[in-house]
């Protein structure tokens, strides 16, 4: 699926027309597979991006003091205008601005583009940012660290974004004026947040995004924190489709495209080496799950029929609906972009599996192989995504196995080598809600003779079956109680 960040360069294009092709350096590939490659994001991936506003906040700001532009740097501006009109005005001019790009989607989309590229990369958990929006929190799944006392939790998982100049959530440290820049460049060669800039900035690669090497943002991390480390700074590189002379004097490497544009390219060297799940394969677990619960519901009429075993349908499809909705709301996250994350998912879910199965809870079994199945799809092309089963049919090995291989449905799904059931035959038929239903009833009387194999399991099925009011359908929920 393309995205505002992948699509190619094409000359004067207001969405591409950055998007130079550019050669990404291998160490910087190296460093984002160590997870060692810190991003450090300005203005200009974020609010300040060319073309999104009719003019710059500086120049907002500006027009308010002045018919003639001063040229001079934006704390000074930022500093008259709060003389001017007061810290109250300066911070609701900069919050409305920042608000008013969630009130359109398709600017929130151009201007969180460089966000939401990145949420996919699990790799890139660490990020120091001078802008003050909350877009790396929303759209990136990354947990802020504003104050030294945040810092006390700066260990737990997840991604983590420094504020370096503060965040709308918090206005009173916003960093904007002279007077802000001053405290603060004191502050970092103090503080717990420089203390940590320097850490990262001393061991891991940087990588530069959204910034001129003349704003004032960059020169004021980069005089209080960079150029003091000297010989003990990390490798570092610049990425901004504006030519600039001066990265090679700062020891940055400049290449020369858009952020966004450049994540993506990053993406597709780490698909290369097998350290990145294809942000299609998310994009397809969307769009398979409202057709899912369309089967779902269709499935309920397969309860009328005790010989469908329609209870353990119910419960397998809960759990690939809770599978692929769960790949949706952690998108942001980066928790299913890493295979090997995912494969460490599916391996528990096997355990799971074989010993659900051997305590005969046969209802707990469907749903942790629902969930299993949903999860695996990740790493499986369309051809394979498609052969997957969408009802139960018990055609696991581990249903009847006296000693069951927990790994089996993890390393060689059964699923491929003898499709039943599949997604792809099930797309094909079922037409109309009458041939969905009719489809689902005939695929789950055949799967019947290899339920009556595994012990105990007919005799649960009537059980469940007995135990539903009317009307009443069963539900498995998230917990895997006792298991």
């Known amino acids: 699926m393309a995205t505002l960040a992948s699509t190619e360069f094409h000359q004067g294009c207001a969405v591409c027309g950055t998007h130079f092709p550019v050669d990404i350096p291998t160490e910087i590939v190296a460093a ?3 997870r060692n490659l810190v991003v450090f ?3 200009g991936i974020s609010t ?3 073309g999104l506003f009719p003019e710059t906040f500086y120049e907002e700001i500006e027009a308010r003091l002045r018919d003639e532009p001063s040229g001079d740097p934006f704390p000074t501006v930022m500093q008259e205008f709060e003389y001017a009109n007061g810290r109250r005005e300066l911070i609701r001019t900069l919050t409305e601005r920042i608000d008013y790009i969630s009130t359109f989607r398709s600017l929130q989309n151009r201007t969180t583009a460089f966000h939401q590229e990145l949420a996919t990369i699990a790799q890139l958990d660490a990020i120091f940012t001078t802008n003050w ?3 790396f929190e929303r759209f990136a799944g990354a947990r802020p660290f504003v104050l030294d006392e945040d810092f ?5 998982p997840g991604r983590r974004v420094m504020k370096v100049h ?4 918090n206005l009173s440290t916003i960093v904007a004026t002279t007077n802000d820049y001053a405290r603060r460049e004191a502050d970092l060669r103090e503080s717990i947040m420089g203390a940590k800039l320097r850490e990262f900035l001393s061991t891991k690669t940087l990588l530069f995004v959204g910034y001129s090497l003349s704003d004032s943002d960059f020169l004021s991390v980069y005089r209080s924190v960079i150029e003091r480390m000297g010989a003990f700074r990390a490798p570092g590189f610049v990425v901004t489709p504006l030519d600039t002379g001066s990265a090679k004097e700062l020891g940055l490497t400049h290449l020369k495209t858009d952020g966004g544009h450049f994540l993506h390219l990053l993406k597709s060297q780490l698909e290369q080496v097998g350290e990145h799940v294809p942000d299609e394969r998310l994009e397809r677990a969307a769009w398979v799950h409202p057709l899912l619960i369309a089967a779902h519901s269709a499935s309920e009429s397969m ?3 005790a010989n469908s075993f329609g209870c353990f349908t119910q419960s397998y499809q809960d759990g690939l609906l809770a599978a692929l909705g769960r790949v949706g709301l952690l998108r942001p996250s980066g928790t299913y972009s890493e295979p090997r994350a995912v494969e460490g998912i599916v391996h528990s879910y096997s355990h799971l599996f074989e010993k659900a199965v051997g305590l005969r809870r046969y209802f707990d079994a469907s749903y942790i192989e629902g969930y299993l199945i949903g999860t695996r799809s990740l790493l499986l092309d369309d051809d394979d995504f498609f052969k997957i089963p969408i009802v139960q049919t018990f055609s696991s090995p581990t249903w009847r196995a006296r000693t069951r291989d927990p790994h089996l449905d993890a390393d060689s799904p059964w699923w491929i080598a003898s499709p039943t059931a599949t997604l792809r035959d099930y797309l094909a038929t079922a037409r109309t809600q009458e041939s969905a239903i009719a489809w689902l009833a005939d695929n789950a009387i055949s799967a019947a003779g290899r339920a ?3 012990p105990g399991l007919s005799t649960q099925n009537r059980e469940l079956l007995a135990s539903l009011r009317p009307g009443q359908v069963p539900q498995h929920t998230e917990f895997l109680d006792g298991i």
């Open 48 to 50: 300040e991006a060319p």
């Open 452 to 454: 009556r194999r595994t």
């Open 152 to 156: 006390a939790f700066f260990d737990t």
């Open 166 to 169: 503060g965040s709308i959530s």
């Open 303 to 305: 309860l009328e029929d």
């Open 41 to 43: 994001a300005g203005a």
């Open 32 to 34: 984002a597979r160590s």
């Open 133 to 135: 929006d909350d877009f």
